[in-house]
């Protein structure tokens, strides 16, 4: 009988120590939640650099714009640090000599932005509703291809032929 007594009173314990830690475990998770939550915007920020190549020619300026913005332009090859966005990004690229080159370009989904799911998951429906508003107001849920590249063609070259000559006889002046 004593030792069933202890048995049980040892077996208590334990369960009041895992309630706790689990009691514990999940208001640590619950506050730590709106922190945490906005994985895309975290792993990936809100930014990313873009580079641009224009072969086979160096030089030609990439400008890129969304249809309410002008984010700036970079000579080829080169880059540039765009803020991410669900919004398409047109790039056109421009030299001497050369026909213009431009291209839409299309953001892809994050899908870090999945990782809400788990997080806000854990906590309920405030950690994921969260978490998957910051990365949409931050636009970290979309990205941009790392590199583009737009071929650009040389302009035809004026002809280089001879020009005609031709002799006119002078008539004599009319009286």
Known sequence: MKLLAVVLANT???????????RASFAAAAALAPALSGCATIIKGEAQ?????????????????TDNRYYGDVLTPGAIT???S???MSVVCTKHGFKDAS??????FNFVTVGN?????????????????????????HSYPHQIELPMERLPQ????EPETRIYPLSPPAS
Do not use: K, M
Request: hydrophobic residues 45%; glycine residues 14%; aromatic residues 4%.
């Open 103 to 108: 291209a839409t370009v299309s953001p892809d």
């Open 158 to 161: 004026p002809s280089q032929a």
């Open 49 to 65: 650099t873009v580079s641009v190549t224009s072969p086979p020619v160096y030089g030609a300026r990439c400008a890129f714009f």
């Open 12 to 22: 208590l314990a334990r369960a009041s120590v895992a309630n706790t830690l689990a």
């Open 86 to 88: 669900g919004d398409d």
């Open 117 to 141: 799911l788990g997080v806000g998951g854990l906590v309920g429906v405030l950690g994921l509703t969260t978490g998957v508003i910051i990365d949409l107001d931050s636009g970290a849920n």
């Open 82 to 84: 765009l803020p991410r």
